[in-house]
């Protein structure tokens, strides 16, 4: 459905984007992941044709975008950062003036907005002015807009920012419905909200793809070392040293857990070796009292961390760490 | 580039001045200065009738030439100040709340958004003209006032409007500011209007070339109740040499941003 080659974009001399490639089948969610500035917000303008790109081709639906500019943008919603509404304008008649430049008019666009409306959850204010609407309403009409010619491919930038927790839920279970048949492309730097939306994740860093792939694949891949977290009651001498005299123990760390009364212990095995029972065996012969063990597995914000920053080798990048934002 | 695209956009901007205060400001504002215009110009062509009437010297008032021609003469100065306030969101506003992105990833060609703002802001100007149309009628109940010379002034008003709108329509194109977008097109409309100064100074060919470029000469004919191709010419390739450089600087706008 989505086919980028080589594409890269210049400001002067910044480089943007840098020769970047992937294709997006048909029906995907496709999540576009990155920290700011690397590159989401470019690449979809491109994908949208709001602006050309510096050298290299897109190609939506089959066409092209620089040569094929209203073919494209006839099957593309584009959701843009900031939601594109004018706050004088009532709800339906904005989606009705959406419609209308998509050639949708009469009876026909009563119906599209209609139905943008409900599946927006956006009945109940559609004779409200767009400047009287909370942020999580105004994102829904943003949303609106971009589905209400039923575009084959959904292009949302950065979809539940500056909303509330709950809308950010209920705008996320809105882009879930409208997926179905839908290609869906959606830029975030909320790492979550990939974790729930997304069957594909593009992780773009400084203009260049750092990985792509399932989520799980990539966590996988980035899983070099084997990290096992240990619960002991008591912290007794020496306890570190015995961990770190374990075949195939690369590091072990140490932190106070349950305010002081207990210790944990985060032992990483060399090249991803089996130390488990070795580890246990040590806890328990030695009297800390085991208390419990786990292996540790890479939550997304690690990956995320891990494949957008460039840190010096041995890094901590697997040390375990609350999954929350 | 349709019809129906740029009618779509035209409509919606026209909409949009009648959606916020701006319309009924300047509409409440240019109908109280003409208002008192006309009031002011009709006393002085009373007076100056009554003084013809008693003492029959000279040449006597005539309605086109002392009353017709100074009303319009003034409602194109008061055009030129007001216009910008109503070119000035055009483009500008769009682009401040990014609304701009969706016009532009929205299936219509750029010269139909070009044009179709340009169509708002200049229906807007007509619907601003009509209010001063109970002028021309209230003096057609006490006399009888050439209408063809009424209509001519009335196209060649609506032709220079068409002048102002279209340079207001380039200078909201180049910027996200609005108070910059309508300073831009007071300052531009208002030079072409003096540009003829110039001529008296610049050679014999410089002055002819500064002379045809001055907007307000080629409203005389007009004035005076004449269909003058050549003028209509003049302004209808001055909308388009300005609506074309809005396209282009729209145009390199989506290149640089």
Known sequence: ?325 | MTLSNTLTIAKKDFKAYFSSPIAYIVMAVFSFIMGYMFFSILNIYVMQSAQFEQFRMGKGPSLTENLIRPIWGNMNVVLLFIIPFITMRLFAEEKKNHTIELLFTAPVRLSEIVFGKFLSALGFVTVLLLLTLPYPLTLSIATKPDWGVIWMCYLGTVLMAGVYVSVGTLCSSLTENQIIAGALTFGAVLFFWIIKWAAYNAGATWGEILGYLSIIDHFEDFSRGVFSTKDFVFYLSAVGMWLFLAYKALESYTWRS
């Open chain 1, 1 to 325: 459905m989505i086919e980028v080659q080589k594409l890269s974009k210049f400001y002067g001399q910044r480089k943007a984007i840098d020769e970047i490639s992937f294709t997006v089948e048909k029906g995907e969610v496709l999540g576009f992941l990155g920290p700011n500035g690397a590159g989401k917000t470019t690449t979809m303008k491109i994908l949208t044709c709001f602006m050309p790109a510096s050298s290299g081709t897109a190609r939506v639906a089959g066409f092209d975008v620089f040569e094929q500019p209203l073919e494209v943008k006839r099957r593309v919603g584009y959701l843009p950062e900031t939601p594109p509404v004018y706050n004088d304008m009532i709800v339906a008649d904005f989606l009705a003036f959406k419609a209308a430049l998509h050639g949708i008019k009469g009876p026909d666009a009563k119906k599209a907005v209609g139905s943008a409306l409900e599946n927006c959850g956006l009945s109940q204010v559609g004779k409200r002015l767009i400047g009287n609407l909370s942020k999580g309403y105004q994102q829904r009409v943003g949303i609106a807009q971009a589905i209400v010619h039923n575009p084959q491919v959904l292009i949302l930038d950065e979809p539940t920012i500056g909303l509330d927790p709950k809308q950010i839920i209920e705008i996320r279970g809105l882009i879930k419905s409208l997926a179905g048949e839908r290609t869906v492309v959606l830029s975030t730097h909320i790492l979550p909200e990939v974790q729930t939306t997304c069957s594909r994740v593009l992780i773009i860093n400084e203009g260049k793809i750092v990985a792509s792939n399932t989520l799980e694949a990539i966590s996988a891949q980035l899983r070099k070392g084997n990290v096992i977290s240990l619960l002991v009651k008591n912290n007794v001498t020496g306890l570190m040293g015995k961990l770190r005299s374990v075949n195939g123990v690369a590091n072990v760390t140490e932190e106070p857990a349950d305010g002081g009364a207990a210790a944990r212990f985060v032992v990483t095995a060399a090249n991803g070796g089996e130390i488990r029972d070795a580890v246990s065996e040590i806890a328990v012969t030695s009297g800390a009292g085991l208390l419990e063990i786990k292996r540790e597995s890479l939550s997304l914000e690690e990956v995320f961390l891990k494949l957008t920053t460039v840190e010096p080798s041995g890094s901590q990048a697997g040390e375990p760490s609350g999954g929350a934002l």
